[in-house]
């Protein structure tokens, strides 16, 4: 069992950045290919980032691609999302999830409770 918590979220104003880390228990960590999805008030919950076990390798949804980067520390069993040049189309609750495949959420067995990024002036 994998256990997943985020943090860092917050508000933000447009063109600023902030930093979103998950930390994860158990042993299974470096395993895993990671990805942070995020779901906006009223809309359905769509992919943002994936980094595969190593890190070596990430692939980004159109929207933030140039604007956020996806990164990891397997001593730290932690993986990261650095967001820059936040919009207010960034609004959402961002959740990280691990175990799945590709951009596919149906795929990940893991997912933590979310946390809260408000872009606003």
């Known amino acids: 069992q994998v256990h997943l918590v985020e943090s860092g979220g917050g508000l933000a104003q447009p063109g600023g950045s902030l930093r979103l880390s998950c930390a994860a228990s158990?042993?299974?960590?470096?395993?895993?290919?990671m990805g942070w999805f995020r779901q906006g008030s009223g809309k359905d919950r769509e992919f943002v980032a994936i980094?595969?076990?190593?890190?070596?390798?990430?692939s980004y949804a159109a929207s933030v691609r140039g604007r956020f980067t996806i990164s990891r520390d397997n001593a730290k069993n932690t993986v990261y999302l650095q967001m820059n040049n936040l919009k207010s189309e960034d609004t959402a609750v961002y959740y990280c999830?691990?175990?799945?495949?590709?951009?596919?959420?149906?795929?990940?067995?893991?997912w933590g409770q979310g946390t809260q990024v408000t872009v606003s002036t």
């Open positions: 158990g042993r299974t960590f470096s395993s895993m290919v």
């Open positions: 980094i595969n076990r190593s890190g070596g390798s990430t």
């Open positions: 999830a691990g175990g799945g495949i590709g951009s596919s959420m149906s795929t990940y067995n893991y």
